[in-house]
């Protein structure tokens, strides 16, 4: 008997939208990498954007203070750490988070599933399992579009720090992620679970971004997995492994809730 | 059936005081069932009755609120994945992952019990002629059906635990089930089935339990619900419909004629009727499936009109 077969079910369904994710990101990623030839040492420019009201940088997780686009580490932080592509790894593991058990449940698989000698905790951590390993192969490919293509570029991010980034990225994803699949847990509702989830999602970027701008924010901010992983410009200067432990913490917590909570439900139908 | 009961091993499925609520008012309250190893065990009721409701409860797909559900033997909640090894299950609305065909859907599932959980899979599809090649998204809902029955069946599990098997199944096909639920039992092997008809079940099940707003209504023998159960006999004669040689015939409730029209209410067999109305020119003769609130309520009449 093969292992995790729950697991193996949910990764061979995503499998064509998982691709689909991954190329969007790496083609993203790719175009961005493409422009920076033509920034590098354009020093107006970049005067030009601290230029810009502060709010509007913040907004997009860029830190005015020690900004300048013609370095490679700033030049990725900015465009691509801080705002789109997490952004979009939240929202990948959130509709995955949300489709893979709630969804199930809305299209009534898990009544067929659970009838089986599965018990219902091992289904929520293969679950939890797949969005790791979903998570972590968008990151992946990130990562190495950033490293290979920069070397097209001559642009050469400290590996290490890229590295550091990137496993904050896909923690990051699987914080939201989780709390999808813990809402669907409770609810059996694929709505309740992706609403509930983008709203914590938004919630907290918000907490991070704004804490830079409203004084009364900032004892908050640690409240917020995105300070932790693109708090201080984590390119130039890596993240702290004490920080990566926190997001992996916050990622843990909801799951570990999906799993108690999917055990008292009623499933619906 | 006994309160009392007799030793765990002789039952299959025992509840004792089963209270499950679900949604607004489709919940059981107290239900005591006792299904026999080896029966075919009947569960009727309309739609909305509560017989989803217990099955689900007795898969552990819902937990009871009170009251205790034994099942071979085993807590329904407590053993779960113990007893899911040892059964069957086809939901009333089964759904499937629409890309995986036949084939590779039943392997995926054997493949959640493990050993042996597909020994029975190939000689069931021929005999359902499942088609196993094509992706499930492509299937009929009759064919959809096919593989939900092969699934609950080809482990040979000691207790099948069936919703409303038959939806969507073709009279051959609801034959062939009916056949493969008498091979079972015949192996010492138990069915528990429901369905909102008795004309579904009367040919196969050894008792019926009937299931009314959530509580147990009836518990009897197909026969002696066969006898009670009121039927609506229709007649088309060539001539002017002879009312008076119906109306003093056992069994008939009820005659209304209306020209070469007869209708009638008959209960228990309609052999009777069938043979008055042979003596006549017969141009059409139609006998509707017993209606199961009929049946239900001639209980509380104590069988009379």
């Known amino acids: 008997m093969r292992s995790l077969p729950i697991a193996r079910r949910a990764l061979a369904d995503r499998r064509r939208s998982l691709v689909i994710w991954a190329v969007g990101i790496v083609a993203y990623t790719a175009m961005i990498l493409a422009v920076f030839p033509s920034l590098r040492g354009q020093t107006n420019l970049t005067d030009v954007m601290k230029n810009y009201p502060k709010p509007l940088l913040v907004m997009f997780g860029i830190d005015s203070e020690n900004f300048d686009l013609g370095s490679a580490t700033s030049f990725v932080n900015a465009y691509l750490y801080s705002a789109i592509i997490p952004m979009l790894v939240v929202v990948l593991c959130v509709l995955f988070g949300a489709d893979t058990l709630a969804g199930e449940e809305d299209r009534n698989l898990l009544d067929l599933v659970l009838s089986y000698p599965v018990r219902r905790r091992s289904v929520v951590l293969q679950k939890a399992l797949v969005l790791v390993i979903e998570a972590a192969a968008v990151g992946a490919a990130l990562f190495l579009t950033v490293w290979i293509g920069g070397l097209a570029v001559d642009l050469r991010p400290p590996l290490g720090n890229l590295a550091g980034a990137t496993v904050g990225l896909v923690a990051l994803g699987v914080v939201f992620g989780g709390v999808a ?23 907290t970027y918000l907490i991070w971004s704004m804490a830079k701008l409203v004084s009364w924010l900032e004892p908050l901010r640690w409240i917020s997995p995105f300070w932790y992983t693109s708090g ?8 702290a492994p004490r920080d990566l432990a926190a997001v992996v913490v916050m990622a843990v917590v909801p799951i570990a809730a999906a799993v108690l909570l999917f055990e008292r439900r009623d499933l619906r139908r | 059936m006994t309160a009392q009961g007799g030793p765990a091993v ?36 309309p739609n909305g009755a509560g017989k989803t409701t217990t099955i689900r409860t007795l898969v552990d797909l819902l937990r009871a609120s009170a009251g205790t559900a034994t099942v071979l033997g085993l807590d329904a909640h407590r053993d779960s994945v113990a007893l899911h090894r040892r059964i069957g299950y086809l939901a009333g609305d089964l759904a499937l992952y629409e890309r995986l065909t036949g084939r590779e859907h039943l392997a995926w599932l054997a493949g959640l019990r493990g050993e042996g959980a597909m020994v029975e899979l190939n000689a ?56 493969l639920v008498r091979e079972v ?51 088309v004669f060539c001539g002017p419909a002879p009312v008076d040689e119906f109306a003093s015939l056992p069994g008939v409730r009820e005659v209304v004629a209306e020209g070469a029209r007869l209708r009638l209410a008959v209960a228990g067999g309609i052999d009777a009727v069938v043979k008055a109305a042979a003596r006549h020119d017969v141009v059409d003769l139609l006998s ?11 209980f509380y009449r104590g069988g009379e009109p």
């Open chain 2, 288 to 298: 509707e499936p017993a209606d199961l609130d009929e049946i239900f309520l001639t």
């Open chain 2, 10 to 45: 002789t039952d299959a499925i025992r509840t004792r005081g089963l209270t499950t609520s679900y949604g607004a008012n489709r919940g059981i309250v107290d239900l005591d069932l006792d299904v026999r190893s080896g029966e075919v065990y009947g569960f009727l009721g």
């Open chain 1, 181 to 203: 699949l813990a809402v669907g847990a409770a609810t059996g509702s694929k709505a309740a679970a992706s609403g509930a989830a983008a709203a914590v999602a938004v919630a």
């Open chain 2, 124 to 179: 069931l599809a021929d005999r359902f002629s499942a088609e196993l090649d094509r992706p499930i998204r492509h299937l009929s809902k009759g064919n959809r059906q096919k593989i939900g029955l092969v699934q609950a069946f080809m482990h040979r599990p000691e207790l099948v635990i069936l919703d409303e098997p038959t939806s969507g199944l073709d009279p051959l096909m609801q034959e062939e089930f009916l056949d």
């Open chain 2, 185 to 235: 039992v015949a192996e010492g092997r138990t069915v528990f089935l429901s369905s909102h008809s008795l004309d579904e079940v009367q040919h196969v099940a050894d008792r019926v339990g009937i299931i009314r707003e959530g509580t147990l209504a009836a518990v009897e023998s197909v026969e002696t619900l066969r006898e009670r159960a009121i039927r609506q006999v229709r007649i």
């Open chain 1, 232 to 239: 201080t410009n984590p390119i130039a200067n890596g993240v």
